[in-house]
T-cell receptor
């Protein structure tokens, strides 16, 4: 069975601070996909990134970066120089090969960025 | 490009009633997935439809059902509503092709169902 754990329920930071959101996953499959989604107060989830299990290269997109480590089954997300607009709930998710769009989500981390 | 549209946005029902929720995907998207979001259980996958066929199903009772029409629009139905069905129901669309876009979902704002 798949499982995604986001141990941080809520994080509060001051604008311009860096913040890392942790994600640990469990799966028996050797081929799987990992995701991060953002849910702003309006409710709709916004896709941020997808990684497959064979690609452990870290990725950077503007102020966002992701660190994927198979050895520790972790897929952490870092926001550099956080901004108030980054305030949202962030979800890590996992899908297995052949699972289509059936994602297993973590419980989410509420990020609050204050001035 | 219009996003995913869900209707109604809010609704209140009583126990035992049934409800139908509608989802219009992004134009050109053939896959529609449904998720239930509650404070206690978080985000849980209900089902996915692709080209009018159910492609995946989550662990929900048979009271939860769905369908997809030839224009890719989808509906989900919950019969014999229970208090625990109160939730935000999110619809997500995608191109639906296996491979590089799998899991890259475009979500609607959801339909918030309250069961009294």
């Amino acid at each position: 069975a798949q499982k995604v754990t986001q141990a941080q329920t809520e994080i509060s930071v001051v604008e311009k601070e860096d913040v890392t959101l942790d994600c640990v996953y469990e799966t028996r499959d050797t081929t799987y996909y990992l995701f991060w989604y953002k849910q702003p107060p309006s409710g709709e989830l916004v896709f941020l990134i997808r990684r497959n299990s064979f690609d452990e290269q870290n990725e950077i997109s503007g102020r966002y970066s992701w660190n994927f480590q198979k050895s520790t089954s972790s897929f952490n997300f870092t926001i550099t120089a956080s901004q108030v607009v980054d305030s949202a709930v962030y979800f890590c998710a996992l899908s297995e090969l052949g699972g289509g769009n059936k994602l297993t989500f973590g419980t989410g981390t509420q990020l609050k960025v204050e001035l | 490009k219009a996003g995913v549209t869900q209707t109604p946005r809010y609704l209140i029902k009583t126990r035992g009633q049934q409800v139908t929720l509608s989802c219009s995907p992004i134009s050109g998207h053939r896959s529609v997935s449904w998720y239930q979001q509650t404070p206690g259980q978080g985000l849980q996958f209900l089902f996915e439809y692709f080209s009018e066929t159910q492609r995946n199903k989550g662990n929900f009772p048979g009271r939860f059902s769905g369908r997809q029409f030839s224009n890719s629009r989808s509906e989900m139905n919950v019969s014999t509503l229970e208090l625990g069905d109160s939730a935000l129901y999110l619809c997500a669309s995608s191109l639906g092709l296996a491979g590089t876009n799998t899991g890259e979902l475009f979500f609607g704002e959801g339909s918030r169902l309250t069961v009294l």
